[in-house]
């Protein structure tokens, strides 16, 4: 082979993630990186964001991914490091966020003598990714990275995982680079099927539609909108709300699904089909015996994810395509058969829904929320609704805020698809660090992250990587010196009011100190009149800042 392309296997691996669109690594370098950070200065025009924990580095390599629909890349540090980014990693899984994810290995055969650090580690992380593999041979890096990009970005999308063995990153050779290659999703159902669904969707007479991630995937918020207008259809957000998954806005829209079975039943209840579009509409949290579909709803599923199709209840009628592309082709289908009676019908549905919808129910709550304007320790919902009055229109909001903003859906208006970013999986500590990935991803757009302080301590170091990366966002610390979630449960559940270890209020944890001490601008509010102008100056101000808001913990 000749010698003209003679690549050592580090500077391969950058390449070819450049080829796949890499603009940005996210890492937390050791010894078995150091190949790919010597040949970092081969790639000047690739971006090395540090992180100070591996499951900071997935995170933030999420967020980025999350806020601008690319692919992602991150590298952590052998077996420890690996174990510590699994958590962020199953964040990622339950997101479908496409991130290649790679880790430094011994060198082949040196794992024999079992050294320190070392375990096998595509075992340790193929129950969280779609594909794991190690690189065994240099001539093979090629295909592996790209096999791991297409896999990645194809629906349904998620992470994948390398491990890069030493031996592999320090040889060189003369290899073919290669192409990247995308698998093109964008398809629809045939027109019998598109005959058939309008036909049955125009039996229902009063629908309801569920959206879900696969709006913001495949950028169907418009048709979704011109959808439900067609039908005059109620439109709720699936009960786990970690996106923009509709214009708040819109006429049709009511609001989430809450992840309470008895109250989702009861919302449903009113309606003679459920529509999901792209959605896992009826993901629960804890167990009850009460089933959330009421007994004998139809429903009906569109989308590429065919594994959400009657997981847990059937589909009269399950349809694999592009929601986007889909809804496109139903449209006009509909709008033909439906005619004048459709649209009439549509019109008067809508019309009938303009007292209960997202936007009539927001201004009756800001109305009510004023009388908390004084209470002290500050109302979690009067902080929220001043928070949400001083945003930029542009801000985009990651949120983490488990009970003390628990209404912010009901508050805070999706404008666009990546308008607003949520915590998936339930694994607590995901927004403080991001929130870096998505600032990275539009530098254009404010961030503001809202994170209980709980949540906060399991990922606060991120606070440094947003101060070295000299990025304009802020962070508001919901401040209840609890796990106020905990608590709330206890009591619920077992009637316990005797709350052991969920408390840190001794001593109370400083987070101004904790801040200034990585570089972050911070300061603390216990008046409830101060958080309105603070939020708005921490918005105009060249970050990173950090709010301290300490609010009632009560339960």
């Known amino acids: 082979m000749s010698t003209i392309n003679t690549i050592k296997g580090s500077s391969a691996f950058l390449a070819l993630l450049k080829e796949n669109g890499i603009t940005h690594m ?27 924990q591996e499951s900071l580095v997935v995170a933030m390599a999420d967020g980025y991914s999350r806020a601008s629909g690319k692919l992602a890349a991150c590298n952590v540090h052998v077996a420890p490091g690996l174990g ?86 320090n040889a060189e050779a003369g290899i073919d680079l290669g192409k990247a290659t995308r698998v093109d999703t964008r398809n629809r159902p045939a027109d019998d099927v598109l005959e058939q669904l309008a036909d049955r969707l125009l039996t229902a007479k009063n629908p309801c539609i569920v959206c879900g991630d696969e709006i913001v995937k495949s950028d169907a918020i418009a048709e979704a909108g011109h959808f439900a207008m067609t039908l005059g259809a109620a439109v709720y957000q699936q009960s786990v709300p970690y996106g923009a998954h509709f214009i708040s806005e819109h006429p049709c829209y009511i609001g989430g699904l809450s992840r309470d079975q008895q109250d989702v039943r009861n919302v449903l209840s009113a309606y003679d089909m459920m529509i999901s579009l792209g959605a896992d509409p009826l993901r629960m949290s804890v167990y009850s015996k009460i089933e959330p579909l009421p007994e004998g709803m ?28 889909t809804l496109r082709a139903l449209i006009p289908v509909l709008q033909e058969k439906g005619g004048d009676d459709l649209a009439k019908r549509a019109t008067a549905a809508i019309d009938a829904m303009a007292p209960r919808n997202w936007s009539a129910t927001r201004q009756t709550m800001g109305e009510s929320i004023l009388a908390a304007s004084e209470a002290s320790p500050i109302d979690p919902n009067w902080m929220t609704w001043q928070m949400v009055k001083n945003l930029p229109e542009n801000a985009v909001m990651v949120h ?29 500590g995901w927004a403080l660090p991001a929130a870096i ?19 906060s301590m399991y990922s606060i ?58 570089g972050v601008t911070a300061e603390r509010i216990e008046d409830p009149a101060k958080v309105g102008p603070a939020v708005k100056a921490a918005m105009h101000n060249q970050g990173p800042n950090l709010l301290d808001i300490v609010v009632d913990g009560s339960v």
């Not at 040196?110 to 065994?136: F, R, S």
């Not at 990366?469 to 608590?487: E, F, H």
């Not at 408390?503 to 990585?518: E, H, K």
């Open 400 to 428: 983490e805020g488990l009970t003390t903003t628990w209404q912010m859906h009901k508050m805070f208006a999706y404008t666009d698809r990546y308008s607003y970013h949520g915590f998936g999986s339930g694994g607590i």
């Open 298 to 325: 139809p429903v009906i599923q569109l989308g590429l994810l065919d594994w959400e199709m009657g997981k847990n209840f059937p589909a009269e009628m399950a349809i694999r395509g592009d929601v986007r592309e």
């Open 26 to 52: 996210f890492g937390n370098p050791g010894t078995t990186e150091l190949p790919i950070m010597d040949a970092m200065k081969e790639h000047t025009d690739l971006t090395y964001v540090l992180g100070l």
């Open 84 to 169: 510590n980014a699994i958590g962020s990693i199953y964040n990622a899984k339950f997101t479908g966020t496409p991130i290649i994810v790679t880790a430094g290995q011994q060198e082949q055969g040196h794992g024999l003598t079992e050294p320190l650090l070392y375990d096998p580690l595509v075992p340790m992380a193929e129950p969280v990714v779609k594909w794991a593999t190690e690189v065994t041979r240099l001539e093979d890096l090629p295909r592996i990275v790209h096999r791991a990009a297409k896999i990645a970005m194809t629906p349904p999308t998620g992470p994948v995982f390398l491990s890069l063995p030493g031996d592999i990153l």
């Open 437 to 455: 990935g998505i600032q990275l991803a539009d530098l254009s757009r404010p961030v503001c992250a809202v994170i209980g302080d709980g949540s």
């Open 461 to 518: 170091q991120a606070l440094w990587t947003a101060a070295n990366m000299k990025l304009p966002m802020t962070y508001v610390i919901c401040n209840n010196k609890s796990y106020r979630i905990i608590k709330q449960r206890l009591k619920a559940f077992h009637g316990n009011d005797h709350f052991v270890g969920m408390d840190f209020n001794d001593p109370y944890i400083d987070f101004v100190q904790l801040a200034n001490s990585m």
